[in-house]
């Protein structure tokens, strides 16, 4: 069998800007002395026009993405998960978001699976703090293919767009040709009755390795890869919970606030279903190798079947 092909879905990110740099002659990428971390240097390399590190100041390179969306350049403002949620929330509330600016924030090394950098650094609060926002569009795409569909949407978007990408290489599931990409649109990648799995980000893989082990127990299992938090697919989720009756979110972030939070809401006031969500249990992260923390939390396939087995 062959080796499943992995990309970082930061890798994906520069990747994509340099496709959009020949698109969009006003499209500006903003970074805070991290352009080697966040993949915008290969965007510099190819436009160093059109990339402006702003040193290690992130709330004020949000302030001058705002200025320069007021122009009517498309900037992306590009840091770490932990700096361009929580440290500059201020001005992404009141710069960005308060005026409704054409601003993209990229924010990379979100999750525990930044790994040895540990807790100060693991921000799985941001799509928390991001939904928040009047307006805000929340996007978490669960691959390369994904991830590159979701900058080059959010570039033709009008409006904010907080993008959450990872640092750790994750196995590429929708390199198919029937694959589109639609804000605020989920896709069902497996279908199922007894029970539907709704996971964002790194975690849709291991939703799927679970519905694998779970289908061989005799439980027929839908997947739904949710890469909106915000506009949620609120229709299909609805869909899914009165035809399979039991709900399990999946996401590589505390289950405070987060797609478990989004899916609950919902549920509750349309299709109220028991629900497990599945995530960081309101804790800080530690320090690691990636791939043994999600394993610790479990976020891997055979953690998250565990818990679902547990939950059924």
Do not use: W
Request: with cysteine.
């Amino acid at each position: 069998m062959s080796e499943v092909k992995k990309i970082a879905t930061r890798d994906s990110y520069g990747n994509a800007l340099v496709e959009l740099g020949a698109e969009y002659d006003n499209l500006v990428v903003l970074d805070a002395d991290l352009a080697a971390a966040t993949k915008t240097g290969v965007f510099k390399k190819v436009y160093p026009e059109r990339h402006i590190d702003c040193g290690i100041a992130e709330s004020n390179m949000i302030g001058i993405a705002a200025g320069l969306a007021t122009t009517g350049k498309i900037p992306f403002a590009s840091t770490f998960a932990m700096f361009a949620a929580g440290r500059a929330f201020e001005q992404v509330r009141n710069s960005v978001g308060y005026p409704h600016l054409n601003v993209k924030i990229a924010a990379t090394h979100a999750g525990i699976s930044v790994g040895e950098d540990g807790a100060t650094h693991q921000c799985n609060e941001d799509i928390a703090l991001m939904r928040t926002i009047p307006g805000m569009t929340v996007i978490n795409p669960a691959d390369d293919v994904e991830a590159k569909a979701a900058v080059k949407a959010a570039a033709a978007f009008d409006g904010p767009v907080y993008l959450r990408l990872g640092r750790l290489a994750v196995p590429v599931i929708n390199d198919n040709e029937d694959y589109r990409f639609e804000i605020g649109k989920g896709v069902t990648l497996k279908e199922g009755k007894d029970l539907t799995i709704i996971a964002t980000g790194l975690c849709v893989s291991s939703a799927l390795e679970a519905a694998e082990k779970l289908e061989a127990d005799g439980i027929s299992t839908r997947v739904i890869n949710i890469h909106t938090i915000k506009p949620l697919d609120e229709e299909l989720v609805v869909k899914a919970a009165r035809e399979t009756g039991r709900i399990v979110t999946v996401e590589e972030h505390s289950i405070i606030g987060g797609l478990g939070g989004a899916v609950c809401e919902v549920l509750s006031e349309k299709a109220p279903v028991p629900v497990k969500r599945i995530g960081v249990n309101d804790v800080f992260g530690e320090s690691g190798p990636a791939v043994k923390l999600l394993e610790k939390y479990g976020l891997d396939g055979a953690g998250v079947y565990r818990q679902i087995k547990k939950f059924l």
